[in-house]
């Protein structure tokens, strides 16, 4: 089964740092953006190894929404 998750990759002076917001704790860094890219996925597939049935159901059935804010600062 195939499933999607949200990662967020920030650059910093290190290499390059990703998290998955729905999964809590699963993150990883890389030196470049195509090894940061293959570490979350292995990250994401070792860490979904260990939901039960029941857990990663509620991924197939969840609705998320992400948008871009902008906010003006005094």
Not at 18 to 30: D, I, R, S, V
Not at 54 to 74: G, H, I, K, P, Y
Request: glycine share 4%; with cysteine; charged share 25%.
């Amino acid at each position: 089964m195939s499933y999607r998750f949200n990662t967020i990759i920030e650059k910093d002076a290190h290499g390059f740092y990703a998290f998955c917001p729905e999964l809590e704790g699963c993150h990883t860094q890389g030196d470049t953006l195509e090894e940061v890219i293959k570490n979350m996925r292995e990250a994401i597939a070792l860490y979904i190894e260990t939901l039960t049935p029941d857990e990663l159901r509620q991924f197939s059935d969840r609705q998320l929404f992400t948008t871009t804010l902008e906010v003006n600062v005094a």
